[in-house]
């Protein structure tokens, strides 16, 4: 996904911010069907079209389930494994993305994708989405 230079240019002092206060190991944006917007995954061999997709698809599922069980709206979808974790937090139209193999700083990274939703929500709130691309709630 292509970003006008002002956005693009807001939103990479958000990721660096959040970069400096937290200790991930892969960063990303997507969009709800799994564009990419912005993606970091250091020094893991990581394929970004597949893994953004992938995200995408484990926010849908969350969400179908939240609802499911009527304790929707999703907010954060955590998943943990032997060597790992990642937070996919819910952003409206986006899910910002954030993973690490420490879990305190899994921890820290909670906090931080938190504190900085709102102000890429806001960011991305320029962004124009085709509405047919948009998943229904």
Do not use: C, W
């Not at 807001?10 to 990419?36: H, V």
């Not at 952003?91 to 900085?116: C, M, P, Q, R, Y």
């Amino acid at each position: 996904m292509r970003l006008e230079r002002k956005i693009a240019y807001a939103l990479a002092k958000e990721l660096k911010d959040i970069t400096q206060e937290a200790k991930l190991e892969a960063l990303a944006i997507l969009t709800a069907t799994g564009d990419r917007v912005a993606f970091y995954a250091g020094d893991k061999t990581a394929n970004s079209t597949e893994l953004s997709a992938i995200g995408a698809a484990l926010v849908a599922a969350a969400r179908l389930a939240l609802e499911r069980l009527t304790f929707a709206p999703i907010n954060d979808v955590m998943v943990r494994g032997k060597n790992g974790f990642l937070i996919l937090k819910s952003i409206g139209d986006f899910h910002l993305v954030g993973g690490t193999s420490d879990i305190e700083e899994f921890k820290n990274a909670i906090a931080v994708l938190s504190n900085h939703a709102p102000t890429i929500a806001d960011i991305l709130s320029y962004v124009q989405i085709d509405e047919e691309d948009i998943p229904m709630e």
